[in-house]
Nanobody, 122 residues
Framework: QVQLVESGGGLVQAGGSLRLSCAASGRIFSIVAMGWYRQAPGKQRELVAVISSGGTTNYADAVKGRFTISRDNAKNTAYLQMNSLKPEDTAVYYC????????????????WGQGTQVTVSS
C-alpha cells in the first residue's frame, strides 16, 4: 500500500506565495518521478511541474519562473514553491508519483494524492 499526502494549500492574495508538500509512504522500493498537477473548475487536469529521481525538472509554461519543484529523496517528499501567485493559479493541486512498490518487480505504478485547494484572490 502506498499513500501520498499533500499539505500546504490555502487562500492567498495575488502576488503572494504558498508552499505545497507531498509525502509518499508505504511499501515503496523506489520513486521514479514526482509531480504536481492542477485542475480548475470546468477545466481538465494539467501538469504543473515534475521532477525525476535525479533532479531533472520540467514546468508548464504558465508557471515557469514563478514555481519551483524540489524533492527530498530521503524523506520521499516533493515540494512546490509557488511565488507571484495569480488568480488564474486557483485550482485543486494534486500530487502524483511514479513508484515501484516493494514486491512488484520493476513495474511502475502511478499514485495520486487527495488534492489540496489553492485559491488566489485578486
Amino acid at each position: 500500500q502506498v499513500q501520498l499526502v499533500e499539505s500546504g494549500g490555502g487562500l492567498v492574495q495575488a502576488g503572494g506565495s504558498l508552499r505545497l508538500s507531498c509525502a509518499a509512504s508505504g511499501r515503496i522500493f523506489s520513486i521514479v518521478a514526482m509531480g504536481w498537477y492542477r485542475q480548475a473548475p470546468g477545466k481538465q487536469r494539467e501538469l504543473v511541474a515534475v521532477i525525476s529521481s535525479g533532479g531533472t525538472t520540467n514546468y508548464a509554461d504558465a508557471v515557469k519562473g514563478r514555481f519551483t519543484i524540489s524533492r527530498d529523496n530521503a524523506k520521499n517528499t516533493a515540494y512546490l514553491q509557488m511565488n507571484s501567485l495569480k488568480p488564474e493559479d486557483t485550482a485543486v493541486y494534486y500530487c502524483n508519483a511514479e513508484i515501484v512498490p516493494i514486491g512488484m518487480g520493476s513495474r511502475r505504478y502511478d499514485f495520486w494524492g487527495q488534492g489540496t485547494q489553492v485559491t488566489v484572490s485578486s
